[in-house]
Protein backbone atom coordinates (compact mmCIF):
# COMPACT_ATOMS: atom_id res chain seq x y z
CA UNK A 1 0.00 0.00 0.00
CA UNK A 2 3.15 2.86 0.89
CA UNK A 3 4.24 1.85 -3.02
CA UNK A 4 1.07 2.35 -4.55
CA UNK A 5 0.27 5.62 -2.23
CA UNK A 6 3.83 6.81 -3.40
CA UNK A 7 3.61 6.19 -6.78
CA UNK A 8 -0.25 8.26 -7.25
CA UNK A 9 1.97 10.84 -5.37
CA UNK A 10 4.57 11.18 -7.92
CA UNK A 11 1.89 10.72 -10.35
CA UNK A 12 0.27 13.99 -8.92
CA UNK A 13 3.21 15.82 -8.33
CA UNK A 14 3.89 15.02 -12.20
CA UNK A 15 0.97 16.53 -12.90
CA UNK A 16 1.07 19.97 -10.98
CA UNK A 17 4.27 20.20 -12.88
CA UNK A 18 2.85 20.11 -15.43
CA UNK A 19 -0.19 22.47 -14.75
CA UNK A 20 1.50 24.30 -12.09
CA UNK A 21 -0.62 26.43 -9.56
CA UNK A 22 -3.26 24.55 -9.87
CA UNK A 23 -6.11 24.84 -6.70
CA UNK A 24 -8.81 26.14 -5.13
CA UNK A 25 -9.28 28.71 -2.89
CA UNK A 26 -12.10 30.53 -0.83
CA UNK A 27 -12.43 33.38 1.17
CA UNK A 28 -14.72 36.19 2.68
CA UNK A 29 -15.00 39.64 1.30
CA UNK A 30 -15.75 43.06 2.42
CA UNK A 31 -15.68 46.59 0.96
CA UNK A 32 -18.10 49.45 -0.18
CA UNK A 33 -20.51 50.38 -2.95
CA UNK A 34 -20.98 53.46 -5.41
CA UNK A 35 -24.37 54.12 -6.94
CA UNK A 36 -24.02 55.45 -9.86
CA UNK A 37 -27.24 56.78 -12.17
CA UNK A 38 -30.41 59.26 -12.77
CA UNK A 39 -29.87 60.44 -9.06
CA UNK A 40 -26.19 60.48 -9.71
CA UNK A 41 -25.40 62.01 -12.80
CA UNK A 42 -22.27 63.43 -12.04
CA UNK A 43 -20.21 60.21 -10.41
CA UNK A 44 -19.84 61.66 -7.00
CA UNK A 45 -18.70 59.32 -4.81
CA UNK A 46 -19.70 60.49 -1.78
CA UNK A 47 -22.54 58.12 -0.45
CA UNK A 48 -20.70 55.26 -0.66
CA UNK A 49 -22.88 51.75 1.36
CA UNK A 50 -21.47 48.62 2.71
CA UNK A 51 -20.87 45.27 0.88
CA UNK A 52 -19.76 41.85 2.23
CA UNK A 53 -19.07 38.82 -0.27
CA UNK A 54 -18.14 35.10 0.15
CA UNK A 55 -15.90 34.01 -2.66
CA UNK A 56 -14.89 30.55 -4.38
CA UNK A 57 -11.97 31.28 -7.02
CA UNK A 58 -9.88 28.48 -8.76
CA UNK A 59 -6.38 28.70 -10.60
CA UNK A 60 -5.88 27.30 -13.43
CA UNK A 61 -2.44 27.94 -13.89
CA UNK A 62 -0.10 31.18 -12.28
CA UNK A 63 -1.84 33.38 -14.71
CA UNK A 64 -5.18 32.65 -15.10
CA UNK A 65 -8.09 32.33 -12.88
CA UNK A 66 -11.97 32.05 -12.42
CA UNK A 67 -13.64 33.51 -9.40
CA UNK A 68 -17.41 33.42 -8.42
CA UNK A 69 -18.92 35.81 -5.06
CA UNK A 70 -21.85 36.05 -4.19
CA UNK A 71 -22.20 39.47 -2.78
CA UNK A 72 -24.84 41.92 -0.48
CA UNK A 73 -24.61 45.22 -0.87
CA UNK A 74 -26.68 48.85 0.34
CA UNK A 75 -26.83 51.50 -2.64
CA UNK A 76 -28.98 54.66 -2.49
CA UNK A 77 -29.28 58.20 -4.91
CA UNK A 78 -30.45 61.21 -3.21
CA UNK A 79 -31.05 64.40 -5.11
CA UNK A 80 -30.74 66.55 -2.22
CA UNK A 81 -27.16 65.80 -1.90
CA UNK A 82 -26.84 67.01 -5.78
CA UNK A 83 -25.46 70.21 -6.83
CA UNK A 84 -27.04 69.96 -10.28
CA UNK A 85 -30.15 72.72 -9.89
CA UNK A 86 -32.25 70.67 -12.18
CA UNK A 87 -32.17 67.42 -9.82
CA UNK A 88 -32.16 69.04 -7.01
CA UNK A 89 -35.50 70.55 -7.68
CA UNK A 90 -36.55 67.08 -8.72
CA UNK A 91 -36.15 65.62 -5.13
CA UNK A 92 -36.16 61.95 -5.88
CA UNK A 93 -34.43 59.61 -3.42
CA UNK A 94 -34.30 56.08 -3.60
CA UNK A 95 -32.55 52.85 -1.54
CA UNK A 96 -32.00 49.72 -1.94
CA UNK A 97 -30.40 46.21 -0.67
CA UNK A 98 -28.95 44.39 -3.73
CA UNK A 99 -28.12 40.94 -3.29
CA UNK A 100 -25.61 39.25 -6.07
CA UNK A 101 -24.22 36.66 -7.65
CA UNK A 102 -20.77 37.20 -10.21
CA UNK A 103 -18.92 35.12 -12.07
CA UNK A 104 -15.30 36.50 -13.00
CA UNK A 105 -12.39 35.97 -15.28
CA UNK A 106 -8.83 36.87 -13.96
CA UNK A 107 -5.39 37.47 -15.95
CA UNK A 108 -2.48 38.30 -13.97
CA UNK A 109 0.17 40.74 -15.28
CA UNK A 110 2.66 38.42 -13.67
CA UNK A 111 2.88 34.40 -12.78
CA UNK A 112 1.24 34.34 -9.28
CA UNK A 113 2.40 31.25 -7.08
CA UNK A 114 1.04 30.64 -3.52
CA UNK A 115 4.21 30.26 -1.44
CA UNK A 116 6.86 31.33 -3.73
CA UNK A 117 9.25 33.61 -2.24
CA UNK A 118 9.86 35.13 -6.11
CA UNK A 119 5.74 35.07 -7.44
CA UNK A 120 4.07 36.35 -4.33
CA UNK A 121 2.11 39.23 -5.60
CA UNK A 122 0.42 40.32 -9.22
CA UNK A 123 -1.85 43.17 -10.44
CA UNK A 124 -4.78 41.48 -12.40
CA UNK A 125 -7.49 42.24 -14.96
CA UNK A 126 -10.81 41.03 -14.75
CA UNK A 127 -14.31 40.44 -16.89
CA UNK A 128 -16.99 38.57 -16.36
CA UNK A 129 -21.15 38.76 -15.80
CA UNK A 130 -23.13 39.17 -12.59
CA UNK A 131 -27.22 38.47 -12.21
CA UNK A 132 -28.72 40.29 -9.16
CA UNK A 133 -31.77 41.27 -7.44
CA UNK A 134 -32.95 44.60 -6.09
CA UNK A 135 -36.02 46.07 -4.51
CA UNK A 136 -35.87 50.14 -4.72
CA UNK A 137 -37.74 51.84 -1.70
CA UNK A 138 -37.81 55.58 -0.62
CA UNK A 139 -39.15 57.28 2.67
CA UNK A 140 -42.44 59.09 2.61
CA UNK A 141 -43.73 60.78 5.71
CA UNK A 142 -41.44 58.68 7.31
CA UNK A 143 -42.81 55.01 6.09
CA UNK A 144 -40.84 53.28 4.32
CA UNK A 145 -42.02 52.40 0.61
CA UNK A 146 -41.28 50.21 -1.98
CA UNK A 147 -41.18 51.99 -5.31
CA UNK A 148 -41.87 48.93 -8.58
CA UNK A 149 -45.34 48.24 -7.81
CA UNK A 150 -46.35 51.87 -7.52
CA UNK A 151 -45.32 52.51 -11.35
CA UNK A 152 -44.07 55.91 -10.90
CA UNK A 153 -44.10 56.64 -14.60
CA UNK A 154 -46.82 55.29 -15.76
CA UNK A 155 -45.37 51.77 -16.97
CA UNK A 156 -48.28 48.94 -17.84
CA UNK A 157 -46.07 46.21 -16.65
CA UNK A 158 -43.25 46.90 -13.77
CA UNK A 159 -40.05 46.07 -14.69
CA UNK A 160 -38.18 43.71 -13.11
CA UNK A 161 -36.86 43.11 -9.90
CA UNK A 162 -34.08 40.46 -11.12
CA UNK A 163 -31.11 41.53 -14.03
CA UNK A 164 -27.56 41.19 -15.45
CA UNK A 165 -24.51 43.57 -15.81
CA UNK A 166 -21.75 43.19 -17.36
CA UNK A 167 -18.60 43.65 -14.60
CA UNK A 168 -14.83 44.79 -15.16
CA UNK A 169 -12.16 45.94 -13.02
CA UNK A 170 -8.57 45.76 -11.83
CA UNK A 171 -6.67 44.04 -8.38
CA UNK A 172 -4.09 43.07 -6.59
CA UNK A 173 -3.01 39.68 -5.09
CA UNK A 174 -0.70 39.24 -2.47
CA UNK A 175 0.82 36.20 -0.60
CA UNK A 176 1.00 36.67 3.52
CA UNK A 177 2.15 32.76 3.66
CA UNK A 178 1.45 29.60 1.57
CA UNK A 179 -1.81 29.19 2.35
CA UNK A 180 -3.94 33.06 2.89
CA UNK A 181 -3.39 36.06 0.09
CA UNK A 182 -4.85 39.31 0.84
CA UNK A 183 -7.03 40.45 -2.64
CA UNK A 184 -8.00 44.34 -3.22
CA UNK A 185 -10.07 44.84 -5.88
CA UNK A 186 -11.63 48.10 -7.80
CA UNK A 187 -14.60 46.84 -10.30
CA UNK A 188 -17.72 48.48 -11.82
CA UNK A 189 -20.79 47.35 -13.42
CA UNK A 190 -22.72 48.07 -16.53
CA UNK A 191 -26.12 47.05 -16.14
CA UNK A 192 -28.97 45.99 -18.41
CA UNK A 193 -31.55 48.02 -16.21
CA UNK A 194 -32.18 51.93 -16.07
CA UNK A 195 -34.71 50.99 -13.14
CA UNK A 196 -32.33 50.63 -10.52
CA UNK A 197 -33.79 54.22 -8.88
CA UNK A 198 -37.19 53.64 -10.52
CA UNK A 199 -35.70 56.88 -12.61
CA UNK A 200 -35.41 56.06 -16.22
CA UNK A 201 -38.04 58.37 -18.74
CA UNK A 202 -41.01 61.19 -18.13
CA UNK A 203 -43.54 62.35 -15.98
CA UNK A 204 -46.70 60.54 -16.77
CA UNK A 205 -50.37 61.71 -16.68
CA UNK A 206 -50.68 61.73 -12.94
CA UNK A 207 -54.27 60.42 -14.34
CA UNK A 208 -52.87 57.28 -15.43
CA UNK A 209 -51.26 56.12 -11.74
CA UNK A 210 -53.15 54.10 -9.67
CA UNK A 211 -53.33 55.74 -6.22
CA UNK A 212 -52.51 58.99 -4.24
CA UNK A 213 -49.23 57.38 -3.02
CA UNK A 214 -48.50 56.79 -6.55
CA UNK A 215 -48.80 60.30 -7.95
CA UNK A 216 -46.50 61.73 -4.79
CA UNK A 217 -43.94 59.68 -5.31
CA UNK A 218 -43.78 60.44 -8.95
CA UNK A 219 -43.83 64.06 -8.74
CA UNK A 220 -41.83 64.96 -5.55
CA UNK A 221 -40.27 68.38 -7.55
CA UNK A 222 -39.60 71.08 -4.74
CA UNK A 223 -41.59 74.36 -6.53
CA UNK A 224 -42.17 73.56 -10.21
CA UNK A 225 -45.50 72.76 -11.80
CA UNK A 226 -44.28 69.54 -13.80
CA UNK A 227 -46.42 68.90 -17.33
CA UNK A 228 -46.48 64.97 -18.11
CA UNK A 229 -43.86 64.37 -20.93
CA UNK A 230 -41.10 66.31 -19.05
CA UNK A 231 -37.84 64.77 -18.61
CA UNK A 232 -37.88 63.02 -15.19
CA UNK A 233 -34.83 60.42 -15.95
CA UNK A 234 -32.01 59.45 -18.98
CA UNK A 235 -33.23 56.72 -20.65
CA UNK A 236 -30.49 56.26 -22.72
CA UNK A 237 -27.93 55.63 -20.29
CA UNK A 238 -28.24 53.02 -17.78
CA UNK A 239 -27.60 52.62 -14.13
CA UNK A 240 -24.76 51.26 -12.76
CA UNK A 241 -22.53 50.66 -9.67
CA UNK A 242 -18.58 50.47 -8.58
CA UNK A 243 -17.16 48.68 -5.83
CA UNK A 244 -13.64 48.70 -3.88
CA UNK A 245 -13.44 45.65 -1.66
CA UNK A 246 -10.86 44.03 0.14
CA UNK A 247 -10.46 40.15 0.70
CA UNK A 248 -8.85 37.57 2.87
CA UNK A 249 -8.40 34.11 0.62
CA UNK A 250 -7.38 31.30 1.80
CA UNK A 251 -5.18 28.76 -0.85
CA UNK A 252 -6.38 25.06 0.19
CA UNK A 253 -2.38 22.96 -0.46
CA UNK A 254 -2.08 19.13 -2.05
CA UNK A 255 -1.67 17.59 0.93
CA UNK A 256 2.11 16.20 1.08
CA UNK A 257 3.37 13.20 -0.12
CA UNK A 258 5.05 10.37 2.02
CA UNK A 259 8.79 10.37 1.93
CA UNK A 260 10.39 7.91 -0.19
CA UNK A 261 12.59 6.04 2.39
CA UNK A 262 15.47 3.79 0.53
CA UNK A 263 15.77 0.29 2.25
Known amino acids: ?90 NLSFFTTLLEGS ?44 LQPLSTEGQSKPYSLNQFGLLYGVGIKYDLDPSWSLNIEVNGRNLMTDYLDDVSTVYPDPGLLQSDLARALSNRTLHQSIEPGRQRGDRKQMDGYGILTVGLMYYFNPLPCPKIQSR
Not at 24 to 47: I, M, R, S
Not at 54 to 60: G, H, I, S, T
Not at 119 to 135: C, E, K, M, N, V
Open 1 to 90: MKYLNTAICLLLMLSVSAQPQRGWEAGAWLGAAQYFGDLNTNFQVNHPGPLGSLALRYNFNQRIAAMAKVSAMRISGDDSRSTNAFEHER
Open 103 to 146: AQIEFNFFPYKHGSKDRFFTPYLFAGLSGFHFDPRTKYHGAVVR
